[in-house]
């Protein structure tokens, strides 16, 4: 079987290559991340220690668990999941990004194995993980029922996939591509299409279409006053987060 590699789009990989050497500056045009980043981690730290028994008052609770963080860019997510003892790979279609992950990475006295290659290559492989994280990644793919099956193909039984992503409606068009891009400036303006925009609904169909089992998701939601992120089992209305289970 040859590695398939159908799900990249070329555009959006170009994208994010031109902003490779910014991942680590949070004044940079991954700005917006750098703010959402405790948010993700908190949703995604509480998940894994509940679904692996995990004592998160230990050094290293993650110990033992192999992790894959598709599209992982500079690694923003891969860095603390390697420092809480997971064993993490860092995949991503856009080459440019990996010698940034990699650099700041031995900076910080980390071993994680970034690799420039798309989920496919690792699925055709035979490569599995416990925990799978899809995250901001699934509104950039061309083909996001593939992907969903590539991410279920990666996950070994029991494992966990997150897969965040933006809803699509009204609300998330003026924060994401009128806030966002062009009142604040946060990102260029065209990082996002908001037709790839993914419902709630429509990613629990694509979920369960790749034979995996939802079972939890939250919004992640913005604070003007605060100038924060916080969890919402109610609020899904722009940014929101999946975990899912493999049978």
Same mark, same amino acid.
């Given at each position: 079987m ?6 990249i789009d070329p555009?959006e990989v170009?994208?994010f290559e031109?902003?490779?050497?910014e991942?680590w500056?949070?004044?940079?045009k ?5 703010m959402l ?5 908190d949703?995604?730290?509480t998940?894994i ?6 004592d998160?008052?230990a050094p !290293?609770p ?5 992790l894959l963080?598709i &599209?992982c860019g500079?690694?923003?997510?891969s860095?603390p999941?390697a420092?809480?003892g997971a064993t993490?790979? &860092?995949?991503?279609?856009?080459g &440019?990004?990996?010698p ?7 900076q ?10 798309a989920?496919?290559?690792?699925a055709?492989a035979g490569?599995?993980?416990d925990?799978?994280?899809?995250m ?7 083909d996001?029922q593939?992907?969903m099956n590539?991410?279920?193909e990666?996950?070994?039984p ?6 965040? #992503?933006?809803n699509?409606?009204p609300k998330?068009?003026?924060?994401a591509i009128?806030g966002?891009e ?7 303006? &065209? #990082?996002?299409d908001?037709?790839?925009?993914? #419902?709630p ?7 369960r279409s ?5 079972v939890d998701r939250?919004g ?7 100038w924060r992120?916080s969890l ?14 493999? !049978?």
């Amino acid at each position: 079987m040859e590695a398939a590699t159908q799900t990249i789009d070329p555009a959006e990989v170009a994208k994010f290559e031109a902003m490779a050497a910014e991942w680590w500056d949070p004044n940079g045009k991954f700005k917006p991340l750098h703010m959402l980043n405790p948010c993700r981690l908190d949703y995604l730290v509480t998940q894994i220690a509940a679904q692996f028994g995990r004592d998160l008052k230990a050094p !290293r609770p993650f110990d033992g668990l192999r992790l894959l963080d598709i &599209g992982c860019g500079g690694g923003l997510l891969s860095e603390p999941m390697a420092r809480l003892g997971a064993t993490v790979v &860092g995949a991503d279609a856009a080459g &440019g990004n990996i010698p940034v992950a990699r650099l700041h990475a031995e900076q910080s006295g980390l071993q994680i194995d970034y690799r420039h290659c798309a989920a496919e290559d690792l699925a055709v492989a035979g490569e599995r993980f416990d925990v799978v994280l899809a995250m901001e990644i699934i509104e950039h793919v061309a083909d996001p029922q593939g992907f969903m099956n590539t991410c279920a193909e990666l996950l070994a039984p029991g494992g966990l996939m997150f897969c965040s #992503t933006m809803n699509r409606n009204p609300k998330s068009y003026m924060m994401a591509i009128i806030g966002a891009e062009r009142v604040m400036r946060w990102l260029p303006v &065209g #990082t996002h299409d908001w037709s790839k925009f993914v #419902t709630p609904d429509e990613l629990y169909a694509l979920i369960r279409s790749a034979g995996l089992d939802p079972v939890d998701r939250k919004g992640m939601v913005f604070n003007p006053l605060s100038w924060r992120w916080s969890l919402s089992d109610r609020d899904l209305s722009v940014n929101y987060v999946t975990a899912s289970v493999k !049978r």
